[in-house]
């Protein structure tokens, strides 16, 4: 397959990922020729065999983001970008993440920060991390079979990123792998592991709690004057609780 990586998109924001150079496109708004799609400049107009108008750029990391294969629950863009503000993540930063999964949230943060380890126990979700990062081109992430909750091999980490359904029991690693002023967050979805986070936090030495909250995010409908919250979308995703590592 010669492959294409071009996004369409149609006037009503309908957004369509071609990677086949060699096949015609079809969509349910009828398809576009194969060499309409590689004769193609940036942002030029093409139109399907049913006349509907596509538009065809270059993917964004953020098109071929939303591609990755998933598995393991993913951490939602809504609470990434609440990581990343929180925590001040960016081209200077080293982070540790754990578990994996399907290294969505390990992936993201790659796109902005200087490093990225990402730790996982099971090799099957090893195996979709690293097919992720090839799928994303990324060269800064390391996926290594580590249990977080037993040692860590990394040092001097800027933030920690936990998803792991009992990250209390990995406060003495992460400390660890932290440098003073370090920020660890925590990812749960429900409030038993809130508590039992944040109760261990309190009693470790190393580390002070911050805060823990939950973003929602309300998508609206805009339809000339009928406007108003979509009735559907995603209700509840996880509480995230920060800390900071204070001591050696
Ligand atoms: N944040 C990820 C999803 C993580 S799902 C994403 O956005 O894609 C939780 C993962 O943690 C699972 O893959 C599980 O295998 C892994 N895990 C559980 N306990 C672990 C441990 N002690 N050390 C490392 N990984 C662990």
Redesign the pocket.
Known sequence: MEELKKIVITRQGRKFYVKNADEDFHTQYGFIKKDDLKNAGEGDLLKSNTNKEFFIFNPFFIDLYRKIK?D????PLKDIGFIIAETGINRESRIL??????????CFLAGIAKEVIT????ED?IEIVNKNIDFLNLKNIKVKK?????NVDDKNIDVV?L????PW??LDSCSKALKPGGFLVS?SPSVPQVADFVNALRKNANLVYLKTAEIIEREWEVEERKVRPKSSGLCHSGFLSFARKVRQ
């Open positions: 998933r393991a629950q993913i951490v993440d754990a578990g994996s999964g399907s290294g969505a949230l390990s730790y996982e126990i099971r979700f580590i249990n977080i909750f037993d990123t998803d792991v359904p009992e029991n990995a990812y």
